[in-house]
């Protein structure tokens, strides 16, 4: 004769606990894979039109896709569109895209007070390197 034994209750809520939490790796690991994808694909048809010499193409593309570029990627929506209209001669037009990207990169740097505590009570090399402004030297003819 055979004896029926319940599951322990223990058991089954291990079960689904442990289904549970794989579902849920996967479904973070599906959404970090598909974010990556967007701008990605943006970046490589960018850089495509550019080694073609295609400026205009490329120029027109990045203007239709600045919603893929996204909130983070403003900064390299600007540098894009200044680099494609100083390519087509476009002067203004890339002056005001990298005066708007100089803009982001100073919002973007921020100051670390740990950072900085770090600096003045150790030494000074231990400042994170911002980089130099190297000016624009006019180019004219003698």
């Known amino acids: 004769m055979k004896t029926r034994t319940t599951p322990n209750l223990l ?3 291990n079960r689904r606990l442990i289904l549970l939490v794989m579902f849920l790796g996967a479904s973070l690991l599906l ?5 990556c994808a967007g701008p990605r694909r943006v970046y490589t048809t960018v850089d495509d039109y550019n080694a073609r010499g295609e400026f205009t193409l490329a120029r ?3 203007k ?3 919603e893929a570029y996204g909130g983070l990627n403003k900064l390299l929506y600007y540098l894009d569109t200044g680099m494609f209209a100083f390519s087509l001669g476009e002067y203004s037009e890339a002056i005001a895209a990298f005066t708007e990207a100089e803009l982001i990169m100073n919002e973007l740097y921020t100051i670390s007070l740990g950072q900085e505590a770090t600096t003045f009570l150790i030494n ?14 006019p180019l004219g003819r003698p």
């Open 11 to 13: 058991q089954c809520r």
């Open 31 to 35: 959404a970090a894979l598909s974010g």
């Open 60 to 62: 027109n593309y990045v």
């Open 64 to 66: 239709d896709q600045r």
């Open 124 to 137: 000074d090399n231990t400042a994170p390197y911002r980089g130099e402004e190297i000016p624009v030297t």
